[in-house]
Nanobody, 120 residues
Framework: QVQLVESGGCLVHAGGSLRLACAASGSIFTIGTMGWYREAPGQPHQLVASITSGGSTNLPASVQDRFTISRDNAKKRVDLQMNSLKPEDTAVYYC??????????????WGQGTQVTVSS
């Protein structure tokens, strides 16, 4: 079975940095777009960053000058480097990976979430 395991979330002071990592395991031949989403209390999921298998990235303006997403296809891992963290970055961060389950059919897998708390 496919699993996504996240790590790196913790408490950090405003202005600090964190690096989140997500590794996929299981019966996986290839992985399409991978990304990170976050959910603050009372808020829906928000895209933080995504990256295609070819390395093209997409980040919203609120984080693109501070965050960087990268992936290692051999290790089936996607990382999120977060710098200059702000209290409004506080959220549960979820890893996402799109994986084909059969020809022409893709499924979105999600990690369990990791808490990032940025204090003032």
């Amino acid at each position: 079975q496919v699993q996504l395991v996240e790590s790196g979330g913790c408490l950090v002071h405003a202005g600090g940095s964190l690096r989140l990592a997500c590794a996929a395991s299981g019966s996986i031949f290839t992985i399409g777009t991978m990304g990170w989403y976050r959910e603050a209390p009372g808020q829906p999921h928000q895209l933080v960053a995504s990256i295609t298998s070819g390395g093209s990235t997409n980040l919203p303006a609120s984080v693109q000058d501070r965050f960087t997403i990268s992936r290692d296809n051999a290790k089936k891992r996607v990382d999120l480097q977060m710098n200059s963290l702000k209290p409004e970055d506080t959220a549960v961060y979820y890893c996402n990976a799109n994986i084909p389950i059969r020809e022409f059919v893709w499924r979105a897998y999600w990690g369990q979430g990791t808490q990032v708390t940025v204090s003032s």
